[in-house]
């Protein structure tokens, strides 16, 4: 009785688990609304964020990014639910429509499964509408973010400010109460770094010198051929002249970065810096960079103390105030900047700031008229050193009314848009020079035969031992590295002096390298260039492997070397096509599209690709039965040489005259193929001599067998031999014998052999060792005198004929004669 109740209490759990788990197949679709409404609650909050900093153009950036990526994730889910859209369709028709009225009604199975396919179709069209929503939202609040930002830097250039008494009397009595506070300030953080921080700022600033040393001795060790002037008596070449002031300029401006980032790093990861602090250390150091860059920059053109190494042809004199000129733009810029932010720390009133770029502004303004009256151009003919001529009339008129359009905008009110002008004259005229000699310098050197007059090659060629070829690709490798270079850095610095902030380069270099769609294909540089690198990598383990698993594993193993071939070949195939599906993999294609071309492989395999699946086939054969390895002496048909390759389509041969011959594999399992080594290099060579018969047969083979035991390559087990072989018409024929260790050196041991045969035959008298006809003159044959007719008559019954003797020409020495009838002369008569 309490069994039942219990069994019962038992099976009502297991009853409604089945709707539970139907409910959970029936909404499919819960985990893309998660997400849905997820990406809207985070667009409600972004559009709450900007509103908030409507005013901060590098945070607007910032939050732009952010609302790309929730915009991105809304179609990347609704694009989800699309094949899930396609499988319910393609049911739907399966099932077909429900019946009409009058017919048969169906079964409630089917009407069911029709009820639940349209219920998720439904749920799956109301997703997609959601999203598209979103969307739409999202797209509105990212171009209300960027119609923002275009109105920020609007106003930045173009607001007008009164210029007037009061506002520099103001500006005059701010000046003091700032300066007052800034000493208070940076006062109290040293006192405060010294007595609390000391241990952490001493780390910091020892850290950060490190660095320094670090930066300056490797640069200067590594990179010195690349920025040291030689003082030489002839003027260098253009493209050493080139190579010196970029890298000169490039080298010590990214040390320089490099030392100002870890300083920052190091003294704000030691929490050394305070938040009103932090900002003027980092424009400190950021200055610091650009007036070391301007200046590197100008030396390096300009080069006032080394005319030979100038790259523009002006005066000594001119040179030298020019890099003036535009070292104290660039100290107006940087003071002008590092005083904004400090006014901007210290919450100094913003006409004081005003102040302060109008000055910089109207200093620039008249230091460019200054260079207007420079005179650096050199006529031509005269020397460097001499005295310079005026600009170009457009030269000098552009100097003049750029200074006079800076002190007008200035002294109009457009302190913005003159502050903005006056620093991209310096930072970006700066940065376009660099970019141009940057390109010339990437030209120069990947230019034929260039790369081998500087030098950097003549070091390549020295230490490498690098012929013309190599070094002419190295030029090419070296000019594109140049570029990429040039590009990769120059062109984000660009843009961040328009008024683009970091997370619009970081922005665009990720749709750049990661969605590049052509058509309906979206190519991604960077899994490309994964790809890339990870099939190199595992390449480059791959040949590791091969040369630790021949040289350490199979060599101390005495394995055969066909067999070390044949197993480093099939570890080397192995790896590759490994190598080839991990980069394949990596760089996001899909495997699955490889099937039409397999299909398409296999069809011509059936048509015009026997021959190449025939070697295939056999190359595998070869390496796997090894009738030859690598190093053998083969002859197969007309060809004969060494085996110096064997892969699976066809095997390397070198012939002895240097003519490497590619052979077919199937030829080597379909025809005769002879090996000398193939079992080892033992072997037989024959050398045929020739004497007339004057000489003595025994004392010709004696005299063979003691030159062929003389030599110290032919082996005395098995011993020489000298065989009587031929009896020639004017000649007998001997042969020696001689066995060899290695079959390979035979035709040395032959070459010496002969030279020695021929000069002991020559001092023994022995006779010639060569083919030799001598033939003795034939003697005429006697006439016959059949001087009566009954002497031509047959003669009498028993009586026999008479005969006569014909010589017959006889090879030899001896002759023999032939008896001929009287009969036969007669009838040949």
């Known amino acids: 009785m309490v069994a039942a109740p219990a069994l019962v209490m038992a099976q009502q759990p297991a009853a409604n688990v089945i709707p539970q788990q139907a409910e959970e197949v029936a909404s499919p679709q819960a985990q893309p609304g998660e997400q849905l409404e997820t990406a809207r609650k985070n667009l409600a909050r972004l559009a709450e964020l900007v509103s908030k900093e409507k005013d901060n153009d590098s945070r607007l950036a910032e939050l732009k990014v952010e609302v790309d990526a929730t915009a991105k994730q809304i179609i990347a889910t609704s694009v989800a639910t699309r094949p899930r859209l396609d499988e319910l369709k393609a049911r739907l028709t399966e099932l077909g429509d429900p019946p009409g009225d009058g017919a048969p009604p169906e079964a409630e199975v089917v009407a069911q499964e029709r009820k639940r396919l349209l219920a998720e179709r439904g749920e799956i069209n109301a997703l997609t509408g959601t999203a598209e929503d979103l969307s739409i939202q999202a797209t509105k609040l990212s171009n209300s973010i960027t119609a923002t930002r275009r109105a920020l830097f609007s106003n930045t250039l173009l607001k007008h400010t009164d210029i007037n008494r009061t506002m520099v009397m103001d500006a005059i009595a701010a000046i003091n109460l700032e300066r007052q506070t800034f000493m208070r300030t940076v006062g109290s953080w040293l006192t405060f770094a010294w007595n609390f921080k000391r241990l952490q700022l001493l780390s910091a600033l020892f850290l950060s010198l490190c660095a320094a040393l670090v930066l300056l001795a490797g640069t200067r060790r590594l990179f010195s051929p690349f920025i040291h002037r030689e003082v030489r008596s002839e003027e260098p070449g253009y493209i050493t002249r080139l190579s010196v002031a970029f890298w000169s300029t490039m080298i010590p401006t990214m040390a320089m970065a490099a030392f100002a980032t870890t300083s920052y790093f190091f003294l704000q990861n030691f929490n050394v810096l305070r938040p009103d602090i932090a900002p003027i250390v980092s ?43 535009i070292f104290a733009m660039t100290v107006v810029n940087g003071l002008d900047y590092l005083a904004g932010t400090i006014s901007e720390v210290m919450g100094s009133p913003i006409v004081l700031t005003v102040v302060k770029s109008l000055i910089a502004s109207i200093i620039i303004g008249l230091i460019l008229m200054a260079m207007s009256l420079i005179k650096p151009i050199v006529p031509a003919g005269k020397t460097l050193d001499s005295q310079g001529t005026p600009w170009p009339r457009a030269v000098w008129l552009l100097f003049v009314l750029t200074g006079a359009a800076l002190i007008i905008a200035a002294l109009s009110g457009y302190v913005g848009l003159a502050r903005f002008v006056a620093t991209q004259i310096v930072m970006t005229g700066a940065i376009l020079v660099t970019m141009y000699i940057g390109i010339l310098t990437g030209k120069a050197v990947a230019k034929q035969n260039a790369l081998a007059d500087t030098i950097v090659g003549r070091y390549l060629e020295k230490r490498f031992r690098m012929e013309q070829i190599a070094l002419d690709q190295a030029g090419l490798v070296a000019g594109l590295g140049i570029y990429a270079l040039v590009i990769l850095f120059f062109i984000p610095l660009f843009l961040l002096q328009w008024g683009f902030q970091i997370a619009d380069i970081q922005a665009w270099a990720y749709r750049i390298f990661t969605e590049i769609k052509i058509g309906g294909i979206t190519i991604s540089i960077t899994g490309i260039l994964a790809g890339i690198l990870l099939f190199a990598a595992v390449y480059v383990v791959t040949r590791w492997f091969q040369r630790w698993l021949d040289g350490s594993v199979m060599a101390r193993s005495r394995v055969d070397p066909g067999v070390r071939n044949s197993v480093k070949t099939g570890v080397g195939y192995l790896g590759l096509g490994l190598a080839g599906l991990m980069a394949i993999s990596a760089a996001g294609l899909d495997l699955s599209n490889l099937a039409l071309v397999a299909g398409a492989l296999s069809l011509g395999v059936g048509f015009g690709l026997q021959n190449i699946v025939s070697n295939f086939v056999s190359g595998l054969i070869l390496l796997v039965e090894r009738p030859f390895k690598v190093g053998d002496w083969v002859v197969t048909g007309t060809t004969e040489g060494f085996v110096r390759r064997i892969s699976v ?61 003389a030599h110290p390559l032919v082996l005395k087990n098995p011993e020489p ?30 070459n010496d052999l002969r030279l020695a045969i021929y000069e002991r035959f020559r001092e023994e008298g022995l006779g010639a060792p060569f083919p030799r006809d001598e033939l003795e003159p034939e003697e005429p044959m006697p006439e016959l005198a059949l001087d009566t007719p009954a002497q031509q008559t047959a003669p009498a019954e028993g009586v026999e004929k008479p005969v006569v003797d014909e010589p017959v020409k006889r090879s030899g020495t001896q002759r023999r004669p032939r008896r001929v009838s009287v009969e036969a002369v007669g009838d040949r008569d």
């Open 649 to 709: 389509r066809a095997t390397e041969i070198e012939t002895f005259q240097r003519q490497t011959i590619m052979v077919p594999n199937s030829l080597f399992i379909n025809a005769s193929v002879g090996n000398w080594t193939h079992r080892n290099r033992l072997g037989r060579s024959d050398i045929p001599v020739t004497v007339s018969y004057d000489a003595v047969p025994r004392q010709v083979m004696d005299t063979l067998l003691q030159i062929a035991g």
């Open 721 to 750: 031999q000298a065989v009587f072989t031929t009896f020639g018409e004017t000649t007998m024929t001997f042969e020696v014998r001689v066995y060899l260790a290695d079959i390979v050196n035979g035709n040395s041991v032959r």
């Open 283 to 325: 424009v400190t150091l950021a200055v610091c960079v650009a007036l070391l860059f301007v200046s590197t920059l100008s030396n390096a053109v300009l080069a006032p103390r080394q005319s030979g190494w100038r790259l523009v042809r002006v005066s000594d004199r001119g040179a030298r105030l020019l890099v003036w000129s």
